[in-house]
């Protein structure tokens, strides 16, 4: 699709805003059909000429492990920061995307401004700060919005970005309150929490892909803001590896130790690849704190901002917390004291985690080309290899298991030309293949292909 054809396209949408609210339980109107790219990654210099005889069940001992850098990362989350953080999120009384812009202490004006100064002093020097501003029209009022956005670009060859976010928008019963007292502790002063916690930790170092910690508006009136963004990424021909969305993941005493991670099309979506990347990487680093995936956009009837990365084709997660207690969600009783910090800090060791595991390895390879051999229940893959990689990891996942398994490692001087054996002839597999370097960073998985005797039907 031309970068014109493009733009007619999101010109034509641009102005629908949705009439719902985004914590609320409002049936959202139908959306109109969009076009649906697949996130890309770089060209590889090498060709497949250059991979030599094929090796037969390769044997490796390159293989994904915890990196002791990433590691000490993810120990030094701080429960005191993230506490210090909800509360100060809390104490700008109302956060409504109608509320007050000028006073220095109250609403949404004073609390887009620290959250800017906030990534201006946590970012080492290396975060690229700016506002992303757009309008809001809703129900008969009108402001002007903005986005947060602070980049920390990548250091590496490729061109793929992590987007981290998170709403600081919030409300009362009434939607268009901006002057009534709404905490927005749990909802969302926690993600919040974790967007600036995970910028803190995350500039301290450098990273081969770019990282986006994106602060959106406007969320509680459909979207807005992360639906600007996206569908600027989507023109600007971002390279969107992972968008993840925290919204409420504060959690409280007594509820299971555990996080739910939405993907709508589990078994074959890129954003149910990016919860399978999500799940195996917290195993790692966080074994304690599991997750939980689930098979869709979101609760029933509820939303979060990653549904407009997802609507696009790119591959999008929302996290939240295992049990929500509704007699929370947009009252007064969503104050900071009521968060368990202990579960916060698990949940923001997992961001810094998942996120310093793709944007530390190399970029991921791109989709193999695979067939079937003359040999029953044996698949040849061939791919360009990278100069990064000590090795690959090749996922060839049964299309009825939702999760990582066993994968199938090579080191790069057989990499390139793999035959692999043992496969049911009459089973369907969902192949990718992710590039590891020599500290067993393991890279994002390139797009899944369906191999196997029903591998057209079911990719249509």
């Given at each position: ?20 609210t985004?914590?609320g ?7 109109p ?15 497949l ?18 990196d ?61 700060v ?47 309150d ?18 600036l ?68 099309n ?41 549904r407009?990365?997802v ?30 910090y ?21 970029m991921?390879?791109?989709p193999p ?22 090795g690959?990891a ?52 390139s ?14």
């Open positions: 699709m031309s970068a014109h054809l493009r733009k007619i396209i999101w010109s034509g949408l641009a102005g629908v805003i949705l009439v719902m985004g914590c339980a409002l049936e959202a109107p139908e959306r059909p969009l076009p649906t790219p697949v996130a890309t990654a770089r060209p590889f210099t090498a060709n000429e250059s991979t030599g005889d094929m090796v037969l069940d390769p044997i490796s001992d390159v293989t994904p492990k915890v002791r850098s990433i590691a000490t990362l993810v120990e030094q989350v701080s429960q005191q920061q993230l506490m210090g953080y909800v509360q100060r999120m809390e104490s700008f009384g109302n956060r409504n995307a109608f509320s007050d812009t000028e006073s220095d202490n109250w609403g949404i004006g004073a609390t887009r401004r620290w959250i800017f100064d906030e990534f201006v002093r946590v970012g080492n020097g290396r975060l690229q700016s506002y992303d501003d757009f309008p809001l029209d809703y129900n008969g009022y009108s402001a002007p919005q903005s986005n947060i956005v602070a980049k920390l670009p990548g250091t590496g060859e490729g061109n793929g970005v992590i987007v981290v976010m998170a709403h600081y928008d919030n409300r009362a019963p009434d939607i268009t901006g002057e009534s007292r709404a905490p927005g502790a749990n909802d969302n002063g926690s993600g919040i929490a974790l967007l916690e995970s910028a803190r930790l995350l500039s301290a170092q450098e990273w081969k892909q770019t990282i986006i910690f994106l602060a959106t508006s406007a969320e509680e009136e459909g979207t807005v803001g992360s639906r600007h963004f996206a569908q600027n990424a989507f023109l600007n021909n971002m390279n969107i590896l992972a968008a993840i969305n925290y919204d409420a993941i504060g959690g409280r005493k007594g509820i299971p130790q555990s996080v739910r991670v939405f993907a709508p589990l078994a074959y979506s890129p954003s149910g690849q990016l919860a399978r990347y999500y799940e195996y990487i917290a195993g790692l680093y966080v074994p304690t704190f599991p997750i939980t995936k689930v098979d869709a956009l979101d609760r029933e009837g509820r939303w979060g901002d990653h407009e990365f609507a696009i084709g790119m591959p999008a997660i929302r996290v939240i917390e295992s049990e929500e207690d509704p007699d929370m969600v947009n009252s007064v009783r969503d104050t900071w004291d009521r968060i368990n202990d579960y916060l800090q698990q949940v923001v060791r997992l961001n810094v985690a998942v996120v310093s595991s793709i944007a530390g390895a190399p991921p390879p791109p080309l695979v067939n079937p051999t003359d040999a029953l229940g044996m698949y040849q893959l061939r791919w360009p290899t990278s100069v990064d990689a000590a690959y090749i996922s060839f996942r049964p299309l009825e298991e939702s999760s990582y398994s066993i994968f199938h490692l090579v080191k790069s001087n057989q990499a390139g030309n793999v035959g692999l054996t043992g496969f049911d002839p009459a089973a369907n597999y969902v192949v990718s293949v992710a590039a590891l370097d020599e500290n067993g960073r393991l890279s994002y998985f797009p899944e292909i369906i191999v196997g005797p029903d591998a057209l039907a079911l990719s249509q």
